[in-house]
């Protein structure tokens, strides 16, 4: 269905991936972006590249876009915002506007308002694409629904991701305790060993799975880009009951063994098993073959 589409910053690591499959797919990729040299660097085969803003398109860049099926968003949330009542002007009906952003209120209030006619999705991969897309998750948020959405949300599907599609507010919802409540409480821990001096070295020597597990998960936030993390806590309007939530549980806790109440520490633990339900045994299972695996 899809001939042609505009990968907005298909430079970065989402565009990069999302433009690898739609070539893999036949699709004539077309990257818009600022830093035409920067675009060129490291890019997809068989891309090519358009100088240009999508929220100040040149004659170009215009002539690109309207000529577009599919344009993806693989750009920062203020840049998406701003772009999208161009992007209703200049695209197609019958094309198909998707955004790659960690968070999906704002562009979906930004989509409703000034582009109501649109076909629109975003599209989110919970996890980093140099993990590679086949069998994970991709959350989907249709905001506008229509042939060319199906298409496109079938296509990803049809590259071996799991897509599960749900509304705009209940992705940041979820993303504020799956996103930024996760990473919360990694930092906090990583924080923490710094305020304790430990010798990490030591710590990874002897360590049990769960700590071992912990200290590679902060390994692997901490080499990440800080502008991401960053994204996820500070833009997420759930962001912060999340990681005040976290800090609520810590006290919690403390307050149990300091009062050396330990009837009060075992109703904690049947608290926890009711928050997992019927979802324990199988993530305890998972959890005993990740474990078994690490070394």
Not at 108 to 117: D, K, M, S, V
Request: net charge negative.
């Amino acid at each position: 269905m899809f001939e042609r589409c505009v990968v907005v910053g298909g430079a970065g690591a989402v565009g990069r991936m999302f433009s690898h499959w739609l070539v893999r797919s036949g699709v004539a990729v077309t990257w818009l972006d600022l830093d035409v040299a920067g675009a060129g660097a490291g890019g997809v085969e068989g891309v090519r590249v358009v100088a240009g803003d999508v929220r100040r398109p040149g004659a170009e860049a215009v002539a690109v876009l309207a000529a577009a099926d599919v344009v993806v968003l693989a750009v920062p949330e203020p840049v998406a915002c701003e772009a999208v009542g161009v992007l209703a002007e200049v695209m197609r009906p019958g094309a198909v506007l998707a955004d790659t952003l960690s968070v999906k209120s704002r562009i979906a209030g930004r989509l409703r308002e000034a582009a109501p006619g649109l076909q629109a999705v975003g599209l989110n991969p919970m996890f980093a694409p140099s993990l590679g897309l086949e069998g994970r998750p991709v959350a989907a948020a249709v905001v506008t629904d229509g042939p060319g959405v199906r298409a496109l949300v079938e296509l990803v599907a049809q590259w071996g991701a799991r897509v599960v599609e749900m509304p705009a507010e209940q992705h940041d919802a979820l993303t504020a305790v799956q996103q930024a409540a996760t990473h919360a409480a990694v930092l906090a821990f990583g924080l923490g060993l710094g305020e304790l001096s430990a010798d990490v070295g030591a710590l990874r020597d002897s360590a049990p799975p769960p700590h071992l597990a912990m200290l590679a998960l902060l390994a692997r936030i901490a080499g990440g880009a800080p502008e991401v993390y960053f994204d996820i806590q500070a833009a997420n309007p759930g962001a912060p009951a999340a990681r005040q939530a976290l800090g609520r549980g810590l006290v919690r806790l403390g307050q149990a063994v300091e009062a050396g109440d330990e009837e009060s520490f075992e109703a904690l633990f049947a608290e926890l098993r009711g928050v997992l339900g019927e979802h324990g045994a199988p993530l305890e299972q998972l959890c005993a073959r990740m474990f078994t695996a690490l070394r």
